[in-house]
């Protein structure tokens, strides 16, 4: 703290304090329009993004894990017919208007069955 | 007069503790005191009972809920008469039992004596969702749903309302959003009222501004919405607000826009300065 001129920084700490004191947390004050987080979804949006999820959860008493097992056997049963990307399979929980939906999302690459004949 | 219609019977939840059930159920039911109404609050926090200091009552406490159902007092003689109003009483709970002690069929009973006299009994329930909870709802068949914009008390009033919604006897609830911060909401550091209200599909009752004139209120006794005069805290008018719509008027939603405090319009003087 005490580095060079005690009575200085002393001073200047003072000053600054006298500043907070007035016009309320200084760092906001200065950093407002620097602020880096313009693009970042605001904490309104993390809490209302992040709500509808856990309440899906919630009220359809399917927990991520569940949904985790489920998407495996899923992918075991739709490989036995067509080939799929396993990678993209995505089985999600949905808000529709009065009823959540379980939706799965697969990119088919080809039929298993070497139908592709033209 | 004619003969006298039977008393709504409105219980105040929320699941999570600490969003403002105590502080609603007492201003309310205060609130509807003021306008005339017969009123009487019943605490069901049997263990941690609260409703008596936020009313002022502390002192008066002679029985008990828990003494009514075990029949060592009449029920007139646990209820504790406000100061203020003539019309307003509270049912203490008791402070050295626990929730075993009432049942849901002994709030039935105790609830319907008190509908023949009042025209409204409110019903602080507890925290949580075991047997307290379903002792404040037993006798009700209205709720009003307790939630701050905050993750935590936004999911457990979710998990309460699908609770209510199994209820038969539960006809009708209401959300009533408290300790909302217009400065958070014009950061967009928090969830407004009509992002709650998309969450939880539920319908308003009334909004509640985080005010430091409630914890006033709350040292002195004295609900803050019995505050007179012409500059009344916005808490007391959003309490107001709430109390005349029970009772059938349509009241608009207070518009959460506070007063731009200096300091926002010092910045916004530099950005002036800058453009
Ligand atoms: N709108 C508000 N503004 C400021 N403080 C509040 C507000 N609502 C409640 N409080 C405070 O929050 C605390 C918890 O309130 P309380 O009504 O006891 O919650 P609960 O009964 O749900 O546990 C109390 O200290 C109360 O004074
Ligand atoms: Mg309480």
Redesign the pocket.
């Known amino acids: 703290m005490s580095t060079q001129g005690p009575q200085q920084s002393k001073l200047v700490q003072w000053w600054i304090d006298l500043f907070q004191k007035i016009s309320g947390p200084l760092p906001q004050l200065l950093t407002d329009e620097a602020s880096p987080t313009e693009d970042a979804p605001s904490a309104k949006e993390d809490a209302k993004n992040r709500l509808k999820l856990v309440l899906m959860h919630d009220r359809t008493q399917i927990s991520p894990t569940l949904l985790e097992s489920m998407r495996d056997e899923l992918v075991q049963v739709i490989c036995k017919y067509v080939e799929v990307d396993q990678t993209t399979l995505d089985l999600c929980l949905e808000q529709e208007t009065n009823t959540i939906a379980l939706v799965a999302n697969i990119s088919v690459v080809r039929s298993k069955e070497s139908n592709t004949s033209a | 007069m004619a003969t006298k219609t039977e008393g709504r019977v409105i219980v105040v939840t929320?699941g999570k503790?600490?969003?403002?059930?105590?502080?609603?159920t007492a201003n309310i039911g205060a609130g509807l005191a003021r306008m005339g109404y017969k009123v009487v609050l019943i605490d069901t926090d049997i263990g941690l009972r609260?409703l008596d200091i936020l009313m002022g009552l502390e002192n008066r406490i002679v029985y008990n809920i828990v003494d009514v159902v075990e029949e060592r007092c009449k029920l007139n003689q646990a209820l504790v008469k406000d100061k203020r109003m003539p019309n307003l009483c509270l049912l203490p709970a008791a402070q050295t039992r626990d929730k075993s002690a009432l049942t849901p069929e002994q709030m039935k009973t105790v609830v319907e004596e008190l509908q023949k006299e009042y025209d409204f009994i409110f019903i602080?329930s507890p925290?949580g969702i075991e047997q307290g909870f379903q002792n404040a709802v037993a006798a009700a068949t209205e709720a009003i749903v307790?939630a701050t914009p905050e993750m935590s008390s936004v999911r457990d009033a979710d998990r309460i309302i699908g609770l209510l919604e199994t209820k038969e006897e539960i006809t009708n609830y209401k959300l009533v959003l408290?300790?909302v911060r217009a400065d958070m909401i014009k950061a967009n550091d928090m969830m407004d009222v009509d992002d709650v209200l998309e969450i939880l599909s539920v319908k308003l009752l009334g909004i509640?501004?985080?005010?430091?004139d409630?914890?006033i209120s709350?040292n002195r006794g004295e609900p803050v919405v019995l505050r007179e005069g012409d500059k009344i805290p916005r808490?007391t008018l959003a309490y107001r607000n709430i109390a005349s719509r029970i009772a059938g008027e349509d009241v608009p939603f207070l518009e959460m826009d506070v007063p731009t405090p200096w300091v926002e319009r010092f910045k916004s003087l530099f950005r002036f300065g800058a453009a």
Do not use: F, L
């Open positions: 929320s503790g600490g969003v403002g059930k105590t502080t609603s609260n602080d925290a307790v408290n300790r509640i501004p985080e005010d430091q409630i914890i709350t808490a």
